[in-house]
């Protein structure tokens, strides 16, 4: 792999899925890797990972919550199901009971607990979002709760 970071377009597989992305802008392919990974009840695929947080830091992006570390050439219209239903991937992905292939990598690795607080960093930003959006709704109250200690959630959301 030739790119590798905390960040989640910092690697390979998430640049070459939003290039793809961005010539087709077709939320097809997104709603079929989440809803996979969602049903998914034994193994969860890196590559399905790498679109999933992709997508979550992109929905990020596009809200205005983070700076783009990367260009971003595309305009979306984006639903609050979408959002919902990738946070909900992003936390079967870091909190799995069976295996999760990306996480798996990640905790081989020394900065798999700054990788773990960037995607919570995320899933907060945007569940707080969905809170302005939609006000008196709860997002999924099923998911774990954040690390208040999280070093993400005390910095400038726009850390590079």
């Known amino acids: 792999m030739g790119a590798w970071g905390i960040k989640n377009f910092e690697n390979d597989t998430a640049i070459d899925w939003l290039n793809d992305f961005q010539q087709e802008r077709d939320f097809t392919r997104i709603e079929v890797v989440l809803d996979g990974l969602l049903n998914e009840p034994d193994f969860i695929d890196d590559e399905e990972s790498f679109i999933t947080l992709g997508c979550l830091e992109l929905l990020a992006i596009k809200q205005g919550l983070i700076n783009p570390t990367i260009d971003i050439n ?3 219209h984006i639903s609050y199901n979408l959002i919902q239903k990738t946070i909900k991937a992003t936390h079967k992905i870091l909190f799995f009971e069976n295996h999760s292939e990306l996480r798996s990598l990640w905790e081989e690795s ?33 998911l774990p709760p954040v690390d208040k200690n999280n ?10």
Do not use: C, R
Not at 116 to 131: C, E, G, T
Not at 152 to 160: A, G, H, I, P, V
């Open 74 to 76: 595309t305009s979306l």
């Open 110 to 142: 020394e900065e798999y607990a700054e990788w773990q607080d960037y995607q919570l960093f995320l899933v907060k930003i945007l569940n707080d979002y969905l809170k302005t959006i939609a006000p008196g709704t709860k997002p999924d109250d099923n």
């Open 151 to 160: 070093p993400w959630l005390s910095t400038d959301w726009n850390k590079n």
